[in-house]
């Protein structure tokens, strides 16, 4: 069943523009080796390579493609020498998801695209959504939405431990819980991978990331 709830936060992105922003490199950006190091500095993020199934939310149930190369993110990482840290994220720009026929006959009531696209609007509209605007038209006989994700600037702030190549963020937020990232520091390049889930290996090479250089 398609996803009715466009209220989840996605995380988005790919290769940085020259105005700093960052925007898609392709279906792969390459590995890169969790070397550790040391993050302690001020680092401006300058790159980043995602996976369109972060935004998996919008097409759950759903054998959809999805592709974030219009996402822009920026962003600042502060990492204390008394091992606090502060970070900004800020994330922008249009998604793409074509949805298969298959997935609006699959609804407990079928639906059209343009039912789709009414339905997604005003999701969209909601107070808690992300999006400023959702709209969908036929593709074949597809149905193609575009999301829009409004500007979002996420500021978190907290500690920060190395162990290895695994770098642990503890947010100071209530709720929060710690994070795990694969990371590797070389000279003034900073790149800090994306949280794994618990329990799962954080040591590995490192495919999904962001990459910042030191100020």
């Not at 890169?32 to 190091?37: D, P, Q, R, Y």
């Not at 710690?178 to 800090?192: A, L």
């Not at 991978?193 to 329990?199: E, K, L, N, R, S």
Request: aromatic share 6%; proline share 7%; charged share 20%.
């Amino acid at each position: 069943m398609i996803v009715t709830s466009l209220l989840a936060l996605p995380a988005c992105g790919g290769s940085v523009d020259d105005e700093g922003k960052s925007k898609e490199e392709g279906p792969s950006c390459g590995l890169v080796a969790a070397c550790g190091g040391d993050p302690t500095g001020t680092w401006t993020m300058d790159d980043a390579c995602l996976d369109p199934s972060m935004v998996e939310d919008l097409h759950k149930g759903c054998d959809a493609e999805s592709d974030i190369s219009g996402v822009v993110m920026s962003g600042r990482a502060e990492f204390r020498a008394d091992n606090t840290y502060v970070t900004t994220i800020t994330q922008q720009g249009p998604i793409e998801v074509v949805y298969p026929a298959a997935c609006l006959a699959a609804e407990e009531t079928p639906i059209t695209c343009a039912q789709l696209s009414v339905k997604m609007q005003r999701l969209a509209a909601g107070k808690e959504s992300p999006f400023t605007s959702a709209e969908c038209a036929h593709a074949g006989a597809d149905c193609a939405c575009t999301f829009v994700l409004g500007r979002i600037t996420a500021p978190s702030m907290g500690t920060w431990s190395v162990s290895g190549s695994i770098l642990t963020i503890e947010p100071e937020g209530a709720g929060e819980e710690p994070e795990e990232s694969p990371f590797c520091v070389q000279g003034s390049s900073f790149t800090r991978g994306f949280p794994v889930p618990a329990g799962a290996d954080a040591s590995g090479p490192i495919k999904h990331y962001m990459r910042f250089t030191k100020e």
